[in-house]
Every structure is written in C-alpha cells, then in structure tokens.
C-alpha cells in the first residue's frame, strides 16, 4: 500500500484510508453554514470508488421541521440548525451562543489533513483527520483570533457517525474500585448514553472507549466500530441514538460544568479520538487495537517485561530494610527481575494518614538510606523499583506544612481529604518542578529501573486561586503536567520505566500508555475477580502492558481461596509478578512458583507481543481459555473456576493458525492447525470431573516445513 493514507476524492472530499478500511468526509456547503461531514466509515473500497460516496446521504426530513444531519458531522457546534449533542460550545463577548463556522482552506500531507474553519467572531477552528495504520486519529484545535476572550463549554476531539444498521449494540467496561472493566453489552437505547469521568483521572467507573455493531458480531465474525479517546483525565464519551434511527459517537475531555477560556492570541489542541473499523468481530477488532498500541503508542513495546515482585500485599505499610532484603532474597530464588518496594518506605509514613510528599527514605525504616535494599537487590540480580505518589499530599506533611498552597482548592471553601491525602496542581510549574526534581534524584541515586506511579484520589474543590477565571483549565493542565513530567523523567532516565496506578485500574488509556510502559489493572488481586477485568482490559490493551501478581490465598481482599497454579495461570495472562508474602509459602508451594515462573518465561514473547485471542467462556464464570500467538509459539491458558460447571464444551478451537501448518505439542503430539481451529484441542482443565479452579498452559510449537 502506498504511504498516502488521505486521498483527496472530490471538490473538498477527502478520504482517510488505512488498509482495511475507508472514511471519507468533507465540506458541505448550505449556504452560509457550513459542515464537515462524514459521507462513510466502513470497509475499504477501491480507489475509484471513493469519490461514489460523496455526498451520498439522503436527508431524513427535507427541510422540515428538523434537520438531523447534524449527527453526520465530524464537529457539530452548538449553534445554527442543530439539536443533537454538541461537540464542540463556545461563548462569545455579550453572551452570544451560536458557533457560525464556514470553510477556508484544506492543509493536506500524505497522512493528515487540517480542514480550517473560521467563525467571523474570531474562531479559527482545525479539524484534524491523521491515519495512524488501522486507526483513524481526529483531534481538534480552537484559536482565538478575535478581539475578545471566549469561553468554550464543550471541546470534542470530534465526532464519529455509526453507518445504518439494523440494530445498534454498544460494549464497554465499567466498573468501580477492585471491580474495574467490567464488560457491558447491550443494546443502544434511544436517547443519549454517556460514559464519562469527573475525577479528575480516567477513573475505574469507565474507561474512554466505546464498540458498536448491529448486534450480530461475535467474537470472530461481523462488523465493529470503536471509538476511543487517548487522554487520562476526565472525560466524556456520548453516544446518541436519535428517535430518527442514526447514532454519532462524540468524544473528548473534560466533563460537564467545568469551561475553559480562550483569550485572543490562544489556542487549544484536543487530545485525539480514535476510531477504528474492524470487520473480523471483536476479537479482530482488539487485535488492532493492539497493534496499534504496540507500534504506536507504548514507549517500549517490544521489550520483554521482566518478572516483578512487589511487597504491597507481604507487609502493607510495615517496610523495612531487613524485611525487604529478606523479601529479595525469596524473590530472586524464584526467578524474578525486577524487585518492587510498594508504600510506606519514605518520610513518616507508617500509614495513609501521614507523610506523603516527604520523599526521602525513612531514617527509622532505612537508616543507610536505600542503597543498601537496592545495592543487595541488584547484587541478587534483579533490577530495582520504588513505588511513588507524586500528585498527592498528606496535610499532616513537610510539604503541605511549607506549599498549602500547592494543592487543589478554592478559598474559603473546605479542602475534603480522600485516603487522608489531597491533591498537588500538576498545572502549576513550581508543582512540576519539584516533582521532576525529587523523582529524578530518586532514580540518579539510587540506579533506578522502574516507578509504580500511583494516583489515589479523585478531584475535589478542584480551584486554582492564583488562576482566576482560567482555574477550570487545571482540569487539562493537571493531565498534561503529569504527561511532562513522565516525559522529561523518560527522557533524563531512557533506563527508566514506568507502571501507571491509580488506586488499581483508575488510570488506563491511551494517554497513560505513551509514557508508561504498564499499567495495575486493580488492587483486586483475587484470581477469579481478576479474569473478568483482565478481560475487559483486553478489548483495547495489549497483554504486555498488563501487569498482574500472583498473591496469597485466601485472598487478603476476597478470602477466596485458588490454588497456587490457577492464581499463576492467570497473571501469566499478562506481564507476571509475585505479591505473595514469601515468608508464609511452603517449600512446596515456592517450588512450584519457581517452576511455573521458569514455564511462563519460555513463552514470555508469545503472551507478551503475541496476538490474542479470546477463545471461549466467560472469564472468572465458566471455562474458558485465552490464545495467544506468536512466531512458532502458540500459547493457550485454560481456566475452569467450578468442578460441578455442567457440560463445558470438551474441546477448544484454536484461532489464528496456520491451517496447512503442522503444531506439536509438549508431548510430541502432531495436529494441523486447521484441525486445531475446526475440530479443536480436547482440554482436561474442561472436563467435568475434579475440584474447582482447574487450570493449565497448553503450548504447540509450529514446526518447520
Ligand atoms: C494503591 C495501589 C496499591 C498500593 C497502595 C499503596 O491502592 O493501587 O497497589 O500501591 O496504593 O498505598
């Protein structure tokens, strides 16, 4: 395929073609009032077919009553003859509401164009259209070239017309702490279905993205069309179904309340939505999206993740020296990488009630300072890693007591604590400063290789005093500091890696994900709970980035007691670590983690940059069992939670395989793939006889012709 990926296919048409698939748009002039307009979104059509789709959209109601042709449009403003859910609000000098926008002029490359529109009272509005392989990445920016100041109450980064369907089905995750991705499927009611986040951070209760197909698509067949939004603070994602039958997806930051100012001279950039047509089902449609985060987002997407232990769930805030290097010795035994010091190593910290922004070690806990932890750490031959909260203050603090001015608050209003702590404004400079200072001595001194960067509160009294009339842009400029921050770490540290927490799963998407390197998916580190989120995790993120400990049985925040080998098999489903407290594991059990830790070694490359495949079953309910493929390695994990679950299927049916290919298993067996994908692989984790929380890792090797 040629590396121009927008095709100009018409007077002011242009099409974003990636290799499976076509959306076309442009300019449609109504007199004075101007919309850019979605024409198609969809399959791939030949080059010369483009230009037939071109103004193909035949009006629903003439020129009636209502005109709802504001649901094809990439921006629809409120303002002029449009109803349905504005992407983009503004409020000019005197009150004024209505955005009148009218084309200027196309900027084209090879693969981005910016249509230019202008609004005589002083907007200069770019839509930008970007092919980034099978994504197409739209974003947004506003200048105001006016005179007067303007306020925008809505920025989009754009939006996104479903083609007609026979039915509308959305899938999504939501969720909460310790429950987070959670997946949804459900018809699209009429009406306006939002997902969004107010806190201040991506959140757990939802995540920025959104599938929808008529309601026919499986796992490996049909028709998928997602929309997500790559930003970490709070957002808003809607879905409308009008009573008219079509459906517009608009997405961006920022949720409703808050409005930022534009004064003449600015400008603000969105962050992009990205949109992605899959006609391979879901499964297709996740694979895509893996390959995209693989190869362009994550910062470090081929490297092998190292096998972590981290001591969070061993000794909760009880650190020590003696305890951890106790703890590293156990862990290097095993066979881990990278040894991981959680909470409470630092300032006064002994609990969440004091101490956080005091970043220098414990003198009481770590009276040589961690150089001794670290210098033995690496001695055992593993790398080194420390766990930070660097947006957050404990009031009862060095920091707070010399900066009270540093967090998050209005005057004169209450400064609400959630965990005991408040949060620092990562928009001022001062803040970011003293972050990047602070972390960046961390690393230098200590030979850093790895943060857990934790965020463990929503916003509240969200103020900026010092900002004035500008403080609702803290709802932006939080995020984006934190994102310069992360940068310049990166770019000081290029050894240094990083884990993105927010009190688990609060902070993943693909923001987060071009400066981390991994994410914690939740604090419920219960092995059945587990495989629900991971799923849901893995409609959009890669298994590499997902990071998951084996811990203790019972479970410390469930009671659930899972065997050893199933609680491994299902953090192998990503980048593995060990939370356990070692000092409790039996000779036994330790033998079988170091054996179970060497296996998933052996196929680390298949699961971490293989491609995936959701087999079967509901994770965490039924059978089930997740593929992955890569190279000559075919990876499956099976899992079966309940003994007395009836009637399993008996066999699975692999995917993605080389049908003429011949693959081998652990004991010699030979079957052709196209076997393995029709008739299937008989598992006795599925049968129906033996205990609950039956596991095991199948790998077939595809041998050489
Ligand atoms: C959050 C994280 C946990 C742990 C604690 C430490 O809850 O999600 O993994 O790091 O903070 O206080």
């Known amino acids: 395929m040629s590396s121009v990926n927008i095709l100009s296919v018409g007077d002011r048409a242009w099409a974003a073609v990636t290799k499976t698939s076509a959306f076309v748009f442009g300019v449609e002039a109504a007199g004075e009032d101007t919309r850019v307009v979605q024409w198609y979104w969809g399959p791939r059509l030949p080059e010369a077919a483009l230009a037939e789709v071109v103004g193909q959209v035949p009006r629903r109601t003439g020129s009636g009553f209502h005109d709802p042709r504001d649901v094809d449009e990439l921006l629809p403003v409120e303002g002029g003859r449009r109803w349905g859910v504005p992407s983009l609000q503004a409020a000019y000098a005197g009150g004024v509401r209505s955005v009148e926008l009218s084309f200027v002029e196309a900027v084209l490359s090879d693969t981005e164009i910016e249509l230019v529109l202008r609004d005589p009272l002083g907007l200069r509005v770019g839509v930008h259209v970007k092919v980034v392989s099978e994504v197409v990445e739209r974003w947004v920016s506003v200048a105001n070239e006016g005179p007067h100041a303007v306020r925008l109450g809505r920025l989009d980064s754009g939006s996104w017309a479903i083609p007609e369907q026979a039915g509308y089905r959305y899938t999504g995750v939501a969720g909460a702490w310790a429950q987070e991705t959670q997946l949804h499927r459900a018809e699209l009611a009429v009406g306006e279905t939002t997902f969004t986040s107010r806190t ?7 995540n920025p993205w959104i599938m929808i197909d008529a309601g026919d698509a499986t796992e490996e067949r049909g028709e998928v069309w997602t929309v997500a939004l790559a930003w970490s603070g709070s957002w808003r994602l809607t879905a409308q179904r ?12 920022g949720h409703d309340g808050p409005s930022w100012p534009l004064d003449p001279g600015e400008t603000l950039v969105t962050p992009s939505a990205l949109g992605l047509y899959s006609d391979g089902g879901f499964g297709a449609a996740s694979r895509a999206w893996h390959d995209y985060a693989r190869h362009h987002v994550l910062p470090t997407p081929f490297e092998e993740r190292p096998v972590l232990y981290n001591s969070w769930e061993a000794t909760w805030f009880d650190v020590n020296e003696e305890g951890q290097i106790d703890l590293a010795r156990r862990a290097a035994e095993l066979g881990v990488e990278l040894f991981v010091v959680d909470d409470g190593w630092f300032g006064s910290r002994t609990d969440d009630r004091r101490g956080l922004g005091d970043w220098w070690p414990n003198p009481d806990r770590f009276p040589q300072g961690l150089s001794k932890l670290f210098d033995t750490v690496r001695e055992l031959g593993m790398r080194a890693g420390l766990w930070v909260e660097p947006e957050m203050v404990n009031p009862d603090s060095d920091l707070y007591r010399e900066h009270p001015d540093w967090v998050l608050h209005y005057p004169g209003r209450r400064r609400d604590t959630l965990r005991n702590q408040l949060v620092l404004n990562y928009g001022r400079a001062d803040v970011r400063e003293w972050a990047i200072g ?9 030979g850093l290789d790895y943060f857990k960067w934790d965020m463990n509160r929503s ?15 803290l709802w932006i400029e939080h995020t984006r500091g934190v994102y310069a921050v992360m940068d310049t770490l990166r770019e000081r540290h290029p050894r240094l890696r990083i884990e993105s927490c927010s009190g688990g799963g609060g902070r993943i998407d693909f923001g987060i994900l071009r400066r981390t390197d991994e994410v914690w998916t939740s604090d419920n580190t219960d092995a059945r709970d587990r495989q629900a989120i991971q799923d849901g995790y893995s409609y959009l993120y890669p298994a590499s980035a997902m990071s998951a400990w084996v811990t203790d049985s019972p479970n410390p925040h ?10 491994f098999h299902v953090a192998m489903a990503g980048a593995l670590g060990v939370g356990g407290d070692l000092t409790r594991w039996s000779p036994a059990e330790l033998e079988q983690a170091r054996e179970l830790i060497a296996a998933y070694k052996a196929v680390r490359p298949a ?6 495949h959701r087999l079967a079953g509901t994770p965490g309910v039924t059978a089930s069992a997740v593929q992955y493929v890569h190279e000559d390695t075919v990876v499956v994990l099976a899992y079966n939670p309940f003994a007395l679950s009836k009637h399993p299927p008996r066999r699975v049916r692999l995917a993605g395989l080389d049908p003429e290919a011949v693959y081998e298993d652990a004991a010699g067996e030979r079957r052709h793939g196209q076997t393995l994908m029709s008739h299937g692989l008989a598992l006795p984790t599925w049968s129906t006889e033996g205990s609950d929380y039956r596991s095991e890792m199948v790998v077939l090797r595809r041998l050489g012709i």
């Open 200 to 206: 201040g951070t991506t959140s757990h209760r939802a």
């Open 242 to 253: 009008r009573p008219e039958g079509d459906v517009a997806v608009t997405a961006g930051f």
């Open 438 to 446: 602070w972390l960046s001595g961390l690393v230098s001194d200590y």
């Open 459 to 473: 916003f509240t009294q969200a103020g900026w005093a010092e900002a004035g009339e500008r403080a609702d842009l």
């Open 558 to 567: 469930t009671r659930r007691e899972v065997p050893l080998a199933y609680r």
């Open 607 to 612: 699961i971490q940059h293989g491609r995936q």
